[in-house]
């Protein structure tokens, strides 16, 4: 078995020693100091993050997909993370996250299930078929988790590009992977729960893998959810008010236009712009 005790995620922090003395408002500024650290963690592998961004876009415009894959905290982020894209940049069935134990896991722990190494392998090679032309994105705070490493293990014999996400230097998934984002956040506030830091680093790290991949794929217009669905009132509005912003138009002519481009955002602004010119009006 590894020797889990020296892994900085399960370290014992010094500065929470008493935590279970202090008053509602002391754990909170503890809490509230410990998370600062985080996003000057995650800034020291913003190099490997944009690696990452390239490798995202890259599987998309080749036509594959990019699959999460993680346990507990870290699968629940990555299925978090996937089910964000459709709605935000109308993008069906093309980010995936997938948790070990099954959906099921999502609501009812099944944390045995990380150290099956073929619980994530069943899902790709079977339900998804995955193959060469798909990005495996492994996520675990700990960077132990048998399941991921299986997963890592069976893309790259699929001849697919494989990156990590950890916040150990020693991960174990750090030789599995064609990248490595490591982002070292340190013992967490309650010894071992990797949801506290750890999961907030590899929070911020899935946002700007998918947002800076939907950006290099084309999704976005100038800073604009070109492709958002606008399933519902506040969504419809926010469309109308992205053309009349982008385009310079009135909202009466955005709704036309957005009505006849059957609702994608990008295809009313393009006809509105192709007839009038960027700087036109629209009246």
Not at 109 to 127: F, M, N, Q, T, Y
Not at 156 to 164: D, E, L, N, Q, Y
Not at 247 to 269: F, Q, S, W, Y
């Amino acid at each position: 078995m590894a020797d889990f005790g020296k892994l900085a995620t399960e370290g014992e922090n010094a500065a929470a020693a008493s935590i279970d003395r202090m008053d509602a408002l002391e754990i909170a500024r503890l809490i509230n100091r410990e998370d600062q650290t985080v996003a000057l963690a995650v800034e020291r592998c913003l190099p490997q993050v944009a690696e990452g961004i390239e490798l995202f876009a890259g599987a998309l415009r080749a036509g594959g997909r990019v699959f999460y894959c993680g346990a507990g905290t870290s699968g629940r982020l990555g299925v978090v993370d996937a089910a964000e894209i459709p709605p935000t940049y109308g993008l069906q069935d093309r980010v995936i996250g997938l948790m070990a134990g099954g959906t099921s896991a999502l609501i009812h722990p099944s944390e045995d299930a990380e150290d099956d190494p073929d619980s994530l392998v069943c899902l790709l090679r079977g339900e998804y078929a995955f193959g060469e032309a798909d990005l495996l994105v492994a996520i675990s705070a700990s960077g132990s988790a048998e399941c991921v490493k299986g997963a890592l293990r069976y893309a790259r014999s699929c001849g697919a590009k494989t990156v990590c996400i950890s916040c150990n230097r020693g991960s174990d998934l750090i030789p599995l992977s064609d990248l490595a984002i490591i982002a070292e956040v340190g013992p967490e506030v309650i010894s071992g729960s990797t949801r506290m830091k750890a999961g907030t680093a590899q929070k911020m790290i899935l946002n700007m893998l998918s947002t800076g991949g939907m950006v290099r794929f084309g999704r976005v217009r100038g800073n604009y959810m070109a492709y958002m669905i606008p399933s519902n009132r506040k969504l419809v509005d926010r469309a109308i008010r992205m053309i009349c912003q982008k385009t310079g138009c009135a909202p009466e002519r955005a709704a036309r236009e957005l009505e006849k481009a059957h609702n994608v955002i990008a295809d009313a602004m393009d006809a509105i712009e192709a007839g009038t010119g960027l700087s036109g009006s629209c009246e």
